[in-house]
């Protein structure tokens, strides 16, 4: 089997999106020796995006064992260009199977196609959305019903991520939707044995793992801080 894996996003590797694609794309490759499975895997050709990516620095060494083919393409990940740009470049690969990390399915992929739903939290959550908002939850929304009826299957994150699907889809896709649950994959991320950090932290105190994006809600982390240390 030629899997044609997307692995654009891996360009933005410290986003979850981009983890949760470069771990589980070297899940597979450390799999694929012995199961038959060929991969073919799609990255964004932007030099900005390759410099200290340490994903696709050790995707060139599983390209030099061959256990896998690396193909550049120039289209940005998660863009509305994508969907103009990318099918050429993948429909002629000779793939059994393309998997895409996401919910916006490109445009135009004529190879049986596996994508992943996350959450819908755009739709779910008032005011995830902060800029064109209206535009955004519209194109989800589109995305959403459009890619259930243009894909082979769909993956969920979770059991809640799915009922929330199929009730925006229909429970007559039910069958074309199941779970795939996430857990933690360390093992690929680089570590330096010589970082030993020493901080200064008070005996108690709040840990945020997370980036600095509106839709995150930190304003309510800090509010909640606030709220814990009047109490």
């Known amino acids: 089997m030629h899997v044609i894996y997307d692995g654009r996003v891996m360009a933005y590797q410290y986003t979850g999106l981009g983890r949760f ?6 899940t597979l490759l450390d799999m694929s020796p012995d199961d038959g499975v060929r991969y073919t895997v799609v990255i964004w050709e932007n030099p900005a995006s390759q410099e200290e990516n340490f994903y696709y620095a ?5 390209e030099s064992k061959g256990l896998c083919k690396i193909l550049c393409v120039p289209c940005k990940p998660v863009s509305l260009s994508q969907h103009f740009t990318l099918a050429r470049h993948i429909n002629g690969l000779g793939g059994d199977v393309y998997f895409y990390p996401h919910f916006d399915l490109p445009l135009g992929i004529n190879i049986p196609s596996v994508l992943m739903i996350h959450d819908l939290f755009p739709l779910k959550v008032p005011g995830y959305i902060t800029r064109n908002p209206g535009l955004k939850i519209l ?4 995305m959403l019903r459009w890619v259930v009826r243009k894909s082979a299957f769909v993956f969920a994150l979770s059991e809640t991520s799915r009922k929330d699907y199929l009730g925006v889809v229909g429970e007559r896709f039910s069958d074309k939707v199941g779970v795939s649950l ?43 801080f606030t709220l814990l240390k009047e109490t």
Do not use: M, W
Not at 21 to 26: A, I, M, N, S, Y
Not at 58 to 62: A, D, E, P, S, V
């Open 21 to 26: 694609t470069g771990d589980l794309l070297f």
């Open 58 to 62: 050790r995707l060139k060494q599983y």
């Open 139 to 142: 194109y989800f929304n589109l």
């Open 182 to 224: 996430a857990g933690p994959i360390v093992k690929h991320v680089p570590v330096d044995p010589s970082f030993s950090p020493s901080f200064s932290l008070p005996e108690k105190f709040l840990l945020y793992v997370g980036d600095r994006r509106p839709h995150k809600n930190i304003k309510r982390i800090i509010d909640l």
